[in-house]
């Protein structure tokens, strides 16, 4: 029995480790506009690339999968990370 409640805290902590690292999102790149750093997914999520975030807009090219981490500000989200996954 101790065994088990030791499994269920450790998944517990997991857990609520993985929500306060903030949010992350991946899916294919559907469209990106240059001008307003908005990179739009297949499935129709919108995420804000801010210039201080490092990423080569030349690879943020319509059918190219990536993986965003972001924060919710005034309802948009807006990127910290984005890794564009390797072909």
Known sequence: M??????LIAL???????????????GKIKNYDAATGMITLEDGTQISVPLTVKVQADQLK????????????DGKKVANSVEVAKP
Do not use: F
Request: proline share 3%; net charge neutral; no cysteine.
């Open 12 to 26: 517990l902590l997991a857990v609520s480790l993985a929500s306060a690292a903030g949010n992350e999102v991946q």
């Open 62 to 73: 319509p059918g190219t999968m990536i993986k965003a981490s972001y924060d919710e500000k």
């Open 2 to 7: 101790t065994r088990v409640s030791a499994v």
